[in-house]
């Protein structure tokens, strides 16, 4: 994950936009997850029942965290790697703990 320096910090942080190493392969799946969600919203109109739908939205939350661990293994490769070696890796070490306590709820 690089940081771009023409990026603009974005409006509620000051973190630079990164270039995701992995965009295509995440775009992808996101799709995919956004598929399953429509899916659901359909089983639902259609009244189908509840197990299957709960089974359905278990299969979303799987997708969701797998693509967390992703994100989240390449920010640390990345940004939090390239924080330690210029001196900035407590502050980048404290934000990464504060999300992986996040998705660990």
């Known amino acids: 994950m690089k940081s771009r320096p023409d990026a603009q910090p974005g409006k509620h942080h000051s973190h630079p936009a990164v270039v995701q190493p992995r965009k295509a392969t995440l775009l992808k799946r996101l799709n995919r997850i956004e598929g399953q969600v429509r899916g659901v919203a359909n089983m639902v109109e259609q009244d189908r029942y509840c197990v299957d739908i709960l089974t359905q939205i278990s299969a979303i939350q799987s997708a969701l965290g797998a693509l967390a661990m992703r994100l989240l293994e390449d920010h640390t490769k990345g940004c939090v790697l390239s924080a330690l070696r210029s001196g900035d ?3 980048a070490v ?7 306590k996040r998705l660990g709820r």
Not at 94 to 100: Q, S
């Open 89 to 91: 890796g407590e502050a």
């Open 94 to 100: 404290d934000e990464l703990m504060t999300v992986v």
